[in-house]
């Protein structure tokens, strides 16, 4: 089994958070294509 370091770990939960908080809220939106992804992009 991988063993992640620290920074790693810090990466994968901010990651998490910014697609629980960015992502998830317009998920329906930009799989229809309602919502362009642009906004979102630059956040990332």
């Known amino acids: ?3 992640w370091s620290e920074e790693h770990e810090m990466i994968r939960e901010a990651l998490k ?3 629980d908080d960015e ?3 317009h998920v329906e ?3 229809h294509g309602d919502l362009p992804p642009y906004d ?3 956040k990332l």
């Open 23 to 25: 992502i998830r809220p």
């Open 1 to 3: 089994m991988i063993e």
């Open 40 to 42: 979102i992009l630059r």
């Open 29 to 31: 939106e930009l799989e």
């Open 17 to 19: 958070r910014f697609v």
